[in-house]
């Protein structure tokens, strides 16, 4: 049930292309509309909602953060992401207006499950993105738009993780589709954009796995690891960070980059590894310019600098010790690509220690207390 492979994360990794793809059959129209027909909220109310709110715990989180930069670019709609658990427990603004939207995997986190019942009680309608179908969350929801990534067995996230994604993306797009946000050829553009993703994740497992593989052995006894990002980067290098402490039990931390001349940077001292996420130079040139110049200010400081960055982007190359190529996409489809080499290297670390990749000490693959 493995599939050949030696862990279920590493198959599930490899599922990705599969799971990507999955979660966006059948979406579309022959003439290139969008339609969720899970979508079973009245329109109208979708299209006067003024707030959403995203909820959600551990990586279905990161998936939310994610997700903030594309709704609110693509819909115009203010979106707040927060920790289910902190939701709850504090007096969050919700209304008739709100739309929020709760990430899981498992569907049966109690966390969660407790913000939902929160939200709705004060009105808000609730729409689940969710792995696990009739399980209480989506039951729970107004409506459900399932990722079809298929069972993930592993306690760490990696293939619900990039499905969480490709759904809140989609329901990003119905969004504005239905609020007129956007013309029909854009997000028709932008569904094609989607659609190549599977084969740029392949190539990543095809051609790349290897030497992020080589990178964990060399890096066996690290004892801690920062990842860095900005705009979508930001929420990957923590979604990074956070495989790292899953799997390996060693130091990590992710940081927005901009922030580290704030505080982390005091944490630089020869040979600490640092993994930078570095934008696309298409399009955002400025975002670019600003990562490339926190690569050399970590540098300058003795790290070992890890850098992910596009194909062809050679700039990176002076300041990086190593540099991992993605394949080119648009700036809001990178993180489908970036958080790869990141799950291979968490997982891979730990495998060269002796741990076991697939049920981490202390963790379970649903947290049904709160
Ligand atoms: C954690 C799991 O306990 O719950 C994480 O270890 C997961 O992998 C998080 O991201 C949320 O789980 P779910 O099922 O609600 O997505």
């Not at 603004?93 to 569907?107: D, F, H, M, N, P």
């Not at 799950?343 to 049904?368: C, H, W, Y």
């Amino acid at each position: 049930e493995k599939g050949g492979f030696p862990s279920f994360m590493d198959k599930e990794i490899h599922d990705q292309p599969q799971a990507v793809a999955d979660t966006l059959l059948g979406r579309m129209d022959p003439s290139g509309r969008l339609v969720l027909d899970e979508m079973r909220i009245d329109e109208s109310l979708l299209k006067s909602i003024d707030k959403i709110i995203v909820i959600a715990c551990g990586t279905a989180a990161y998936a939310g953060q994610v997700a903030k930069y594309a709704i609110e670019h693509w819909c115009r709609i203010p979106v707040e992401v927060e920790l289910a658990h902190e939701f709850r427990y504090r007096d969050p603004i919700v209304t008739e207006k709100t739309l929020v939207v709760a990430i899981s995997q498992s569907g049966e986190t109690m966390d969660t499950i407790m913000a939902v019942r929160h939200a709705r009680q004060q009105g808000a309608k609730v729409i689940a993105i969710c792995n696990t179908f009739g399980s209480t969350i989506p039951r729970e929801s107004d409506a459900a738009l399932y990722t079809h990534a298929g069972p993930e067995i592993a306690v760490a996230s990696t293939k619900a993780f990039l499905s969480q994604i490709v759904a809140c993306y989609l329901l990003g797009l119905y969004l504005a589709q239905l609020r007129g946000n956007k013309f029909q050829d854009e997000i028709r553009m932008i569904l094609g954009e989607l659609q190549q993703i599977p084969a740029k994740i392949q190539r990543i497992l095809d051609e790349t796995a290897q030497q992020v593989t080589d990178l964990a052995i060399a890096q066996k006894d690290t004892e801690s690891v920062l990842f860095l990002g900005r705009h979508v980067g930001y929420p990957v290098a923590m979604e990074g960070a956070l495989k790292l402490k899953e799997l390996a039990y060693i130091h990590a931390e992710g940081f927005a980059a901009g922030e580290l001349k704030h505080g982390p940077i005091a944490l630089i001292d020869e040979g600490k590894l640092v993994f930078i996420v570095v934008p696309s130079k298409r399009g955002r040139d400025s975002l670019h310019a600003k990562v490339v110049s926190n690569i050399q200010e970590v540098r300058a400081r003795g790290a070992r600098t890890v850098v992910i960055a596009e194909e062809g982007d050679e700039e990176v190359r002076a300041y990086a010790s190593d540099v991992i190529y993605v394949p080119a996409s648009p700036t809001l489809m990178a993180p489908l690509l970036t958080t790869v080499p990141l799950q291979i290297f968490a997982m891979e670390l730990a495998t060269v220690k002796g741990l076991d990749v697939d049920q981490p000490r202390n963790l379970a693959k649903s947290v049904t207390v709160e």
